[in-house]
């Protein structure tokens, strides 16, 4: 019996993708190895986070890295890092008043539900441009919102945003005009790999990425890369220091679980990486397209905007709905979670399956409508 089955948690089978309410993704056996490792020794927990961020540093050709517990409590202390640089001061030494007085701009399109990280901090909040609104939002528009009291512009870069922002590059330009830092949230920007250095290079000041997502990290981890003046703000406040970054508590564990996934990511072949999701869309779709009841066809990109197919399955001709086979899919053993796209057709997301998986998968379909 394991740890799941005492606990009468039912393991999945997930054809969703790298969604955190289910586990995120799987670690390999090398990271639980290397974690295993570090929880049975007693370090210097601060040599460790400063050793690992150089590391992680030149893996990933940045300036710096910090190693914390989440991309969303890394949004927060990439904030809290620009607010301080904004004000002058180090970390520990901002007042409550510093913090309300400084102000991020964030385009409307890209509020979030992650981005209550701003509120918890307590900067004040300034939002540009339109939801939904196709027309960019005009560069004048941008530098007449910038002021003194400007600390930051916070971007997000997702599949999931609305239009009616900026482009990344327009974005860019308009705070280096105003020598403002540019705080980016690529929480689930990955793959491909290169972007944890992209973002960085064309000018954005610091790039947060979840490690609990592609990068196949501990859940409870995440990556702040960047300009090396701000990362050395953290420090001196982030965990395991005391101050405002105290309570995002990061383990020797996580610390060195994500290093470890990030060597592996780097070292993969992204190539058969990708071949692997075009192979499994293909199989899909040859076992359900045999069937008159099912549609199946490769879609690109995925809805995070990751450049992985996944695969369309539409039920032709059925008086079933999508919600019902969902419904029935969950009530396998193991239980196996898609998504809907629409009333009558469901996604079947590669990343987070095995070739084993997908074809188990795609055989509980065609049970359902014998
Ligand atoms: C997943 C995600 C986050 C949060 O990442 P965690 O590592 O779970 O904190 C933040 N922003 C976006 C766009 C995400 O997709």
Redesign the pocket.
Known sequence: MGIYEELHVPRIINAMGTY?IYGGSKMSSQTIEDMKDAAASFIDLNLLQKKTGQAIARLTLNEAAYVCN????GIYLGLLAAVALHCGKKIRYLTRQDLKESQILVFRSHR?P?DIVMEQLGVSVTELAYSNHTLPCPQEDMDAAISHRTAAIYY?E?G?TAPGAPSLKETIEAAKRHGLPIIL?A??MLPPADNLWKYTKAGVDLAVF????DLKGPQAS?LILGRKELIDLLLESAFPKHGYGRFLKVGKEEIVGLYSALKQYLAQDQEARLQDAEDQVKLACSILNAHPGYQAARSYPNE?GQPIPRVLVNLTGQSADAKDILCYLSCCSPPIIASAADQSSFYLNPMTLTKEEMEWICSQILLYSR
């Not at 979840?210 to 997502?213: H, I």
């Open positions: 955190t989440g991309a969303a409590a979030s992650y997000l997702s999931w949230d929480a689930a979840s490690g609990g997502k995440g995070a």
